[in-house]
T-cell receptor, first 113, second 110 residues
Framework: DGGITQSPKYLFRKEGQNVTLSCEQNLNHDAMYWYRQDPGQGLRLIYYSQIVNDFQKGDIAEGYSVSREKKESFPLTVTSAQKNPTAFYLC????????????FGPGTRLTVT | AQRVTQPEKLLSVFKGAPVELKCNYSYSGSPELFWYVQYSRQRLQLLLRHISRESIKGFTADLNKGETSFHLKKPFAQEEDSAMYYCALKAPNQGGKLIFGQGTELSVKP
């Protein structure tokens, strides 16, 4: 089954703890993205990576970190510095070429209490 | 600054009625524009892209550079069209980043 997988679907953490969200793709895409989805705010870009071992901050990178050691994987760590971490997190990867498209994973809902 | 605005949070129509979901963008160059859709309990997925000038599931969207708009239209709404719709802009030479609007929830009542 091809596509993007995110795990886990639901994640619960105590305040002050770091947590890592997994994102894997087998689409052979070079570029991968992390978004945060909040009601009424659409999707906001956290980090993106155009190629292995390289990544750039998006619009709301504070309190988050990423790594891109393998083409297939782009994990996101939500650190204790993130002031409002409870949200729905979406991972995506993109094709290149004329018919550009981002493909999205099913998402992880993180609740921090 | 690049920005996408969807002025309606919620749009409610009856089955068979025409529907128009508004999208306005701010970008001085030539953007690529997309509509993404998220049905209940499904992943966010591409609905259509302006460069393809396609009609998908009866939906069309025309890029109006003068009004900087990319409204999504369908002449006769169906109940299965109920979903969250996002307009997105891709600026050239920015690593494939998409800038999304706030989203419009479309509810089609029987």
């Amino acid at each position: 089954d091809g596509g993007i997988t995110q795990s886990p679907k639901y994640l619960f953490r105590k305040e002050g703890q770091n947590v890592t969200l997994s994102c894997e793709q087998n689409l052979n895409h070079d570029a991968m993205y992390w978004y945060r989805q909040d009601p009424g705010q659409g999707l906001r870009l956290i980090y993106y990576s155009q190629i292995v071992n390289d990544f750039q901050k998006g619009d709301i990178a504070e309190g988050y970190s990423v790594s891109r050691e393998k083409k297939e994987s782009f994990p996101l760590t939500v650190t204790s510095a993130q002031k409002n971490p409870t949200a729905f997190y979406l991972c995506a990867s993109s094709s290149s070429g004329a018919l550009y498209e981002q493909y999205f994973g099913p998402g992880t809902r993180l609740t921090v209490t | 600054a690049q920005r996408v605005t969807q002025p309606e949070k919620l749009l409610s129509v009856f089955k068979g009625a025409p529907v128009e979901l508004k999208c306005n963008y701010s970008y001085s160059g030539s953007p690529e524009l997309f509509w993404y859709v998220q049905y209940s309990r499904q992943r966010l997925q591409l609905l259509l892209r302006h460069i393809s000038r396609e009609s998908i599931k009866g939906f069309t969207a025309d890029l109006n550079k003068g009004e900087t708009s990319f409204h999504l239209k369908k002449p006769f709404a169906q109940e299965e069209d109920s979903a969250m719709y996002y307009c997105a802009l891709k600026a050239p030479n920015q690593g494939g980043k998409l800038i999304f609007g706030q989203g419009t929830e479309l509810s089609v009542k029987p």
